[in-house]
Structures are given as structure tokens and as C-alpha cells.
T-cell receptor, first 111, second 115 residues
Framework: GENVEQHPSTLSVQEGDSAVIKCTYSDSASNYFPWYKQELGKRPQLIID?????GEKKDQRIAVTLNKTAKHFSLHITETQPEDSAVYFCAATTAGNMLTFGGGTRLMVKP | DTAVSQTPKYLVTQMGNDKSIKCEQN?????MYWYKQDSKKFLKIMFS???????INETVPNRFSPKSPDKAHLNLHINSLELGDSAVYFCASSPRDRGLYTEAFFGQGTRLTVV
């Protein structure tokens, strides 16, 4: 089955700095890669996603890049703000749109 | 409100009991799921279900079973609860767009505590 590795597990940045979270996946058939943000005690919510036919996607301060050959994808957050503090999960799809999640990254943005 | 809703939000029960968690979505989505989030925050797929196909994560014990009375509901039944079943369980649903899978929308979660 699919295996998704995510790094780092914790990330602390100063407000205004950039944050980068990286993921690798094992199943070359995976074709959909969403990123979810989960605040404490809340449900995971999609922040950005990318399909395998696209190399990069951007939405305001958030961008995702995908390297299909190397089977890795990354989340980039620029100009971080304290409200960006949360746990971020990458994921990759397998059969039946079953999302296999990475282990999560706890992002802390210090004011 | 259009949403994925699950009940109860909290569930405390004794080892050996059988319990159910209900999930409903009124988004008209084709596919529903159950995920388990353990104390270390790892999110793991348990089941994927649409009206034609049930896909089971092979690591899920057969004490867990999904039951879907209709397209909008996917309930989770757990038999003979064990301490290790304590976790937050999330229901989710997603549509298909021209045959492609898209965003999964999550319910608010059910915190199950087995004592």
C-alpha cells in the first residue's frame, strides 16, 4: 500500500518567516495530493491540493510543489502569521480515494 | 447547514462493550470514509465506502464494521471494545468531479475513551 513520510515533525518559525514542509510517497499510481490543517481540537480542513498533472499550485501565501519523478511534494507558507500555528498533514490517494496521511507537522509561529 | 456531522462528540465506555458512532452528510457526496486519529495525532484510513464498493484497510480489526443504510449515512460499529480503541474517530465524505476524486470533508470527530 501507499506510505507517506512527512518532515519535519515540528517546526518553529518567527512571524513573517517562511515555512516549508516536505513529504514523500511510495505509490507511483497516486494522483491527488491534498494538504490539511488541523487546529487543536478541530477537524482537519483542506488548505490546498495538487494533482499529478501539475507541478506547482499557489493560493495567496500558500504554495505546493510536486515532483512526480522523485515522488515528493512540499508545502510552502510565506509571511507566516500566528494563526498559521497548527498541525499540517500531507496526504496521497490510493484506491477508492483513501487518503494516506503523513505523520503531521506541528507548526509554531512565534510573534 | 451543509456539512458532515457525526454523533456523539464524546463517548466513554467500558472494555468489552459494543458501541456505534453515527455519521451523516448532506453534501450529496458519493463516497464516505472513517479515519482514526490516535493520541500521537496520526490519521489513518479505516474504510472507504460508496454505494458500490467497500474498501477496508487491512490493518483494521474485524471488530470494526461500517454500516450504510443509505448514501448519506455511514455508521461505525465497534464490538468488544478494547483500551487501544481509544482515539478520535473522524467521518469524512468526498465527491467525484468528472471521475476524479477531490477534497474530503471531515466531520467534527468523536472522542472515544475506553476505560
Amino acid at each position: 500500500g501507499e506510505n507517506v513520510e512527512q518532515h519535519p515533525s515540528t517546526l518553529s518559525v518567527q512571524e513573517g518567516d517562511s515555512a516549508v514542509i516536505k513529504c514523500t510517497y511510495s505509490d507511483s499510481a497516486s494522483n491527488y495530493f491534498p494538504w490539511y490543517k488541523q487546529e487543536l481540537g478541530k477537524r482537519p480542513q483542506l488548505i490546498i491540493d495538487i494533482r499529478s498533472n501539475v507541478g506547482e499550485k499557489k493560493d495567496q501565501r500558500i504554495a505546493v510543489t510536486l515532483n512526480k519523478t522523485a515522488k515528493h511534494f512540499s508545502l510552502h507558507i510565506t509571511e507566516t502569521q500566528p494563526e498559521d500555528s497548527a498541525v499540517y498533514f500531507c496526504a496521497a490517494t490510493t484506491a477508492g480515494n483513501m487518503l494516506t496521511f503523513g505523520g503531521g507537522t506541528r507548526l509554531m509561529v512565534k510573534p | 447547514d451543509t456539512a458532515v456531522s457525526q454523533t456523539p462528540k464524546y463517548l466513554v465506555t467500558q472494555m468489552g462493550n459494543d458501541k456505534s458512532i453515527k455519521c451523516e452528510q448532506n453534501l450529496g457526496h458519493d463516497t464516505m470514509y472513517w479515519y482514526k486519529q490516535d493520541s500521537k495525532k496520526f490519521l489513518k484510513i479505516m474504510f472507504s465506502y460508496n454505494n458500490k464498493e467497500l474498501i477496508i484497510n487491512e490493518t483494521v480489526p474485524n471488530r470494526f464494521s461500517p454500516k450504510s443504510p443509505d448514501k448519506a449515512h455511514l455508521n461505525l460499529h465497534i464490538n468488544s471494545l478494547e483500551l487501544g480503541d481509544s482515539a478520535v474517530y473522524f467521518c469524512a465524505s468526498s465527491p467525484r468531479d468528472r471521475g476524479l476524486y477531490t477534497e474530503a470533508f471531515f466531520g467534527q470527530g468523536t472522542r472515544l475513551t475506553v476505560v
